[in-house]
């Protein structure tokens, strides 16, 4: 089973500031990554998928990185709406999926 | 509009069973896969099994096998997931979500939260 870690647990940063986040699986999961983003009382939205591609609607602030097995998600230049949980996720082993444990973006 | 809608909030005690609802709509819900989340109080996601309509034999995370079943009716575009016996450790919120095709998640229903009480 593909265990992913996420780095770090909370990142603080202010509106406008750059957020970089970390995901890192046990094993390779090639291109099977993607990115979702939770806000409180609200279902998980999915950002990116297949690594770098935007899901639907989702601003061009948002991007993926990696390959293998570390990832990360970058959001350039924080909103005030962006302040969220994120989540990535595998499925290297289709129909099998695993979310990593979350980084939480609170404002500084 | 494509959409998952869930049953609603549910509380019940320890040994109970349960059965939660998700119906899909807006689109041919036997060639999808629905998944199953859970997400207790103040904690993650954990990715709980999936199933596909047109072949009803489950795929379950190790983590769930045999504490749950997830079962689908065609017929009437809905998901199921079942509890024989709950315990007070099911208590959180139930998502089911939609695959795209071999992609992730793109639609989720609004969650069911689940309450095992005494």
């Known amino acids: 089973e593909v265990v992913l870690t996420q780095s770090p647990a909370t990142l603080s940063l202010s509106p406008g500031e750059r957020a970089i986040l970390s995901c890192r699986a046990s094993q390779s999961v090639s291109s099977f990554l993607a990115w979702y983003q939770q806000k409180p009382g609200q279902a998980p939205r999915l950002l990116i998928y297949?690594?770098?591609k935007r899901a639907a609607d989702i601003p061009a602030r948002f991007s993926g990185s990696g390959s293998g097995t570390d990832f990360s998600l970058t959001i350039s230049g924080l909103e005030p709406d962006d302040f969220a949980v994120y989540y990535c996720q595998q499925h290297s082993n289709w129909p099998e999926f695993t979310f990593g444990p979350g980084t939480r973006v609170e404002i500084k | 509009d494509v959409q998952l809608v869930q049953s609603g909030a549910e509380v019940k005690k320890p040994g109970e069973s349960l059965r939660i609802s998700c119906m899909g709509s807006?689109?041919?819900?036997?060639?999808?896969?629905i998944a199953w989340v859970r997400q207790m109080p103040g904690k993650g996601l954990e990715w709980m099994g999936i199933?596909?309509?047109?072949?009803?034999?489950?795929r379950y995370s190790p983590s769930f096998q045999d504490q749950v079943t997830i079962s689908v009716d065609k017929s009437i575009s809905t998901a199921y997931l079942q509890w024989s016996s709950l315990k007070a450790s099911d208590t959180a919120m139930y998502y089911c979500a939609r695959p795209h095709g071999v992609d992730p998640f793109d639609i989720w229903g609004q969650g069911t939260m689940v309450t095992v009480s005494s």
């Open positions: 807006g689109y041919s819900f036997s060639s999808y896969w």
């Open positions: 199933i596909y309509p047109g072949d009803p034999d489950p």
């Open positions: 297949d690594v770098s």
